[in-house]
T-cell receptor
Framework: RKEVEQDPGPFNVPEGATVAFNCTYS??????FFWYRQDCRKEPKLLMS???SGNEDGRFTAQLNRASQYISLLIRDSKLSDSATYLC????????????????FGSGTQLTVLP | SQTIHQWPATLVQPVGSPLSLECTVE??????LYWYRQAAGRGLQLLFY??????ISSEVPQNLSASRPQDRQFILSSKKLLLSDSGFYLC??????????FGPGTRLTVT
């Protein structure tokens, strides 16, 4: 089983649609959770952190369910500029002092917003 | 604000040639530094991480090595490149308790 599994995608949605991405993780010791977006041939960029209480940033809402080891991202009112690959990321502490974070990336879900 | 630089942006090297990729971070002290590789159409694979000068941890056995000669400098090297070393190499930094932030990457093609 992969450590982080995401919806296979791709998602093709019209402008203005609401789209939801799901992600599950296998390591119950995982400590932090993020969504990154990666544009074609570019580096991943942090979209938002994910907290147990849920958090919202404009049109984006992230949810975490630790009991089910499940993370979600909801995008409302999709824009053409939202087209990208969305990466679910889970971190665990590494090293003898636990001072380094290892990010484990999902394989990503490709979103294309159509005009 | 913090910035991270990587160079070169693209590189084409023959099999068996050496490699040196450099990453520098500005605007922060004592960051954790990371090297990742992303093969075409694949996910990100952690190669090395460093929590301080001269401290390198390797995640995947391979013909690559990393060094951290200065606090905000991280170098990825190889003595002899293989075809399978082709990919998108990303450097990232973080401070403990925070997300990682990526540089613009180096796209390496080994021919």
């Amino acid at each position: 089983r992969k450590e982080v599994e995401q919806d296979p995608g791709p998602f093709n949605v019209p402008e203005g649609a609401t789209v939801a991405f799901n992600c599950t993780y296998s390591n119950s010791a995982s400590q932090s959770f993020f969504w990154y977006r990666q544009d074609c041939r570019k580096e991943p960029k942090l979209l938002m952190s994910v907290y147990s209480s849920g958090n919202e940033d404009g049109r984006f809402t992230a949810q975490l369910n630790r009991a089910s080891q499940y993370i979600s991202l909801l995008i409302r009112d999709s824009k053409l500029s939202d087209s990208a690959t969305y990466l679910c990321v889970v971190t665990t502490l590494r090293g003898s002092s636990g001072s380094a974070r290892q990010l484990t990336f999902g394989s990503g879900t490709q979103l294309t917003v159509l005009p | 604000s913090q910035t991270i630089h990587q160079w070169p942006a693209t590189l084409v090297q023959p099999v068996g040639s050496p490699l040196s990729l450099e990453c520098t971070v500005e605007g922060t002290s004592n960051p954790n530094l990371y090297w990742y590789r992303q093969a075409a159409g694949r996910g990100l694979q952690l190669l090395f991480y460093s929590v301080g000068i001269g401290q390198i941890s390797s995640e995947v056995p391979q013909n690559l090595s990393a060094s951290r000669p200065q606090d905000r400098q991280f170098i990825l090297s190889s003595k002899k490149l293989l075809l399978s070393d082709s990919g998108f190499y990303l450097c990232a930094w973080s401070v403990v308790g925070d997300a990682q932030y990526f540089g613009p990457g180096t796209r390496l093609t080994v021919t």
